[in-house]
């Protein structure tokens, strides 16, 4: 029962920290040089991983996508099925999965240390809020470049997949390219950077939390750091099946509205 | 005392963590311009006392005042109004990893003084660490200073802002004779230069003798006993008394006091 009551606590106090962070963020933005700052760490720093994260994987669906349709006379379709996994699925997943391990990890070390050391006492001592100079500019940071980066990794998934169905399995361009416009739909594209934007807003505000509450010196700052990035990729799975359904279901729904107008 | 003349007046003051009850009723009074130490056994709650003063944590129950204002009832932003004021250092310095000595000297300046130009906060900065002498640090990190170093440069990152209401946590801990005496004598110093209110927890007996115009004890969550530093030092209190005979004081140094 206590533990049961504890987990109601640490979730009000998690939803307590997203409301206040939102509120310094919209009514008392924390300064542009901050942001930039985090804007540069989180995105920029994160470019290279995220270009091989997204390059590979767009390599293995072309390799994959041809070696299971080419005998079904379907090998015309690698193109679209790289292109629609990269932007709806994979894009965003692995994406988020890259930023989590490479940012939400570094993030919460971050926090938990200046947090056990007294740091951020320290910074409240001197009349700062501490929510506001340090999580709100990660967390605006956040939520504009997770969708960017999104939207790079879905791009070099793409070149990849093109690469591999050109150049390794002599498809032309145009059998891979010329289903695209026809298919991807704009549906794809808002989803895809629905999910990267709540991904966004996950991995920073778990990461900032389990960070911001940490305790136990050393030892607590390496507890910490690993549960957040274990929460991280367990809340972005289970968010990106619930985000799949209902997005799915929304456009079906709103699909079915439009025919009967 | 009269109460207007305290700078500082806690009333009946609470706090636990969890099952643990830290403060239990606890009340004191800082006279304007005066240096308190308190005392105590390791982990009795000095130094969640000071966080309940600094207002970056709130009593269960219990109040407050530093000048005047009610900390404890506060909203928060009036509460990040009311620290403004006030400075603290911190046991382990705190100073901040990815910043050098320089930015975080300059730090509150660059927050909260945005009107004054940067030659300015260069200025005060380097006043202030020529007074803590570390003149000539600001771009090292608080990586490359020893502790006792670090913990001037946590000093400086107070007195540059010259706060009314200074809270040490325990200053000397930690260092080498010599080295806690150069921090005492800053703590002089700093009182003589803004005449600021002081609250200095240590278990160093010497440190407060030094430093301290008035000495308490705490104990069990209250402050079990206050008074003038010659009075303390001369208190007949069989638990006072107990903790002065155990603590490190030659006959000299008492005779000084």
Request: net charge neutral; with cysteine.
């Amino acid at each position: 029962m206590n533990k049961i009551i504890e987990l109601f606590a640490i979730v009000g106090d998690y939803i307590r920290l997203i409301l206040k962070v939102m509120w310094l963020s919209i009514y008392r933005t924390p300064s542009a040089s901050l942001i930039r700052d985090q804007m540069y760490d989180i995105g920029v720093l994160s470019l290279p991983v995220v270009a091989i994260t997204g390059f590979s994987t767009g390599m293995v669906l072309a390799a994959q996508s041809f070696f299971q349709l080419s005998d079904k006379g379907l090998s015309s379709a690698t193109g679209l099925m790289v292109t629609k996994a990269m932007m709806v699925e994979l894009g965003p997943v692995l994406t988020a999965f890259m930023v989590t391990g490479r940012v939400g990890a570094s993030m919460c070390a971050e926090l938990g240390t200046m947090r056990v050391t007294e740091q951020i006492d320290a910074i409240r001592s001197m009349a700062v809020n501490p929510l506001r100079h340090l999580v709100a500019p990660r967390f605006i940071a956040g939520l504009v470049t997770l969708p960017l980066l999104t939207v790079f990794s879905c791009i070099m998934g793409i070149i990849g997949g093109y690469v591999i169905a050109v150049y390794y399995y002599h498809m032309t361009p145009n059998n891979f390219l010329d289903p695209l416009p026809a298919h991807i739909t704009t549906f794809d594209f808002v989803s895809g950077l629905i999910k990267a934007f709540v991904f966004g807003f996950i991995i920073i505000t778990i990461s900032c939390y389990r960070g911001m509450t940490t305790t136990g010196g050393a030892a607590g700052v390496g507890k910490a750091t690993t549960s957040s990035v274990v929460i991280c990729y367990t809340v972005i799975l289970i968010g990106n099946f619930l985000l799949t359904i209902s997005m799915n279901n929304s456009y079906n729904c709103l699909m079915a509205f439009i025919d009967k107008l | 005392m009269n109460q207007s003349e305290n700078a500082i007046v806690v009333e009946n003051l609470w706090k636990s963590y969890g099952n643990l009850q830290v403060l239990k009723g606890l009340s004191l009074k800082v006279p304007k311009g005066a240096t308190l130490v308190i005392l105590g056994r390791s982990g009795v709650g000095k130094s969640v006392l000071l966080r309940q003063i600094l207002g970056i944590e709130l009593p269960d129950k219990g109040s407050v005042e530093v000048y005047g204002k009610e900390i404890s009832s506060m909203t928060e932003s009036e509460r990040y109004e009311a620290i403004k004021s006030m400075g603290m250092l911190f046991q382990g310095a705190a100073l901040f990893d990815s910043m050098n000595i320089g930015e975080n000297v300059a730090f509150y300046l660059r927050q909260h003084d945005k009107k004054i130009g940067e030659n300015e906060i260069q200025k005060r900065v380097d006043e202030a660490l020529t007074m803590v002498n570390l003149k000539g640090t600001q771009n090292k990190m608080p990586s490359d200073l020893s502790g006792g170093m670090r913990k001037r440069a946590a000093l400086a990152r107070v007195i540059v802002y010259g706060p009314n209401v200074i809270l040490y946590d325990e200053p000397t801990t930690g260092l080498d004779p010599i080295t806690a005496h150069q921090i005492n004598d800053l703590i002089l110093q700093t009182q003589e230069k803004f005449n600021a209110t002081s609250i200095v927890v240590t278990h160093d007996l010497k440190s407060a003798a030094e430093v301290g115009d008035y000495i308490a004890f705490h104990d069990k969550g209250i402050i079990y006993y206050m008074a003038d530093k010659h009075e303390f030092l001369n208190s007949k209190d069989p638990i006072i008394s107990e903790f002065l005979a155990n603590a490190i004081l030659t006959k000299e140094y008492m005779k000084n006091a």
